[in-house]
T-cell receptor, first 115, second 112 residues
């Protein structure tokens, strides 16, 4: 079946502009995660949605970052007033959530470049 | 503070030999560990995992070892193949919220 898909694959924007990144999880997966990978770094957790529960936003770096998940499926990560330090690859993952033995499956990522 | 550490940014191995990638963690609440493999311009691909109730898990050429007392895990690839060349990330979960904590990755190069 289809894996996690993300769009766009690349996004170049000017400092101060808003951007929206989209994630389509694997069908039937109830959990959805956003991470980002800055150059030379590991993956950094941003936000996590599980079913109808309130999202875990503990990884969002500032209030310029927000995310929503509509209908329990597609998610959009929004970055307002982008800064150059926001440049990174933004990765989305989904899982069927089995608690402590959860395996997350990743999309190809969106490479964001803020000029 | 880096809760999951991969201290070797790179590793070079000859084809056919064993590759050993290491990972250390600090949080004793972590109870599930995973290894992901990442090629350039692609998302990480799940490779193998281990629960804290085990000390070894094997899947084909890949074996993960967990030493809870040392808070250390390792991934063994035997025999290594050129197609294994990629960046390998270890990740850990405390099972409380599903989020994974990743190490910084080790770039493996397997030379023919």
């Amino acid at each position: 079946g289809a894996g996690v898909s993300q769009s766009p694959s690349n996004k170049v924007t000017e400092k101060g502009k808003d951007v929206e990144l989209r994630c389509d999880p694997i069908s039937g997966h109830t959990a959805l995660y956003w991470y980002r990978q800055s150059l030379g770094q590991g993956l950094e957790f941003l936000i996590y949605f599980q079913g109808n529960s309130a999202p875990d936003k503990s990884g969002l770096p500032s209030d310029r970052f927000s995310a929503e998940r509509t209908g329990g499926s597609v998610s959009t990560l929004t970055i307002q007033r982008t800064q150059q330090e926001d440049s990174a690859v933004y990765l989305c993952a989904s899982s069927s959530f089995r608690g402590s033995t959860d395996t997350q499956y990743f999309g190809p990522g969106t490479r964001l470049t803020v000029l | 503070d880096q809760q999951v550490k991969q201290n070797s940014p790179s590793l070079s191995v000859q084809e056919g030999r064993i590759s050993i990638l290491n990972c250390d963690y600090t949080n004793s609440m972590f109870d599930y560990f995973l290894w992901y493999k990442k090629y350039p311009a692609e998302g990480p691909t799940f490779l193998i995992s281990i629960s804290s109730i085990k000390d070894k898990n094997e899947d084909g050429r890949f074996t993960v070892f967990l030493n809870k007392s040392a808070k250390h895990l390792s991934l063994h690839i035997v025999p290594s193949q050129p197609g294994d060349s990629a960046v390998y990330f270890c990740a850990a979960s405390d099972g409380q919220g599903g989020k994974l904590i990743f190490g910084q990755g080790t770039e493996l190069s397997v030379k023919p």
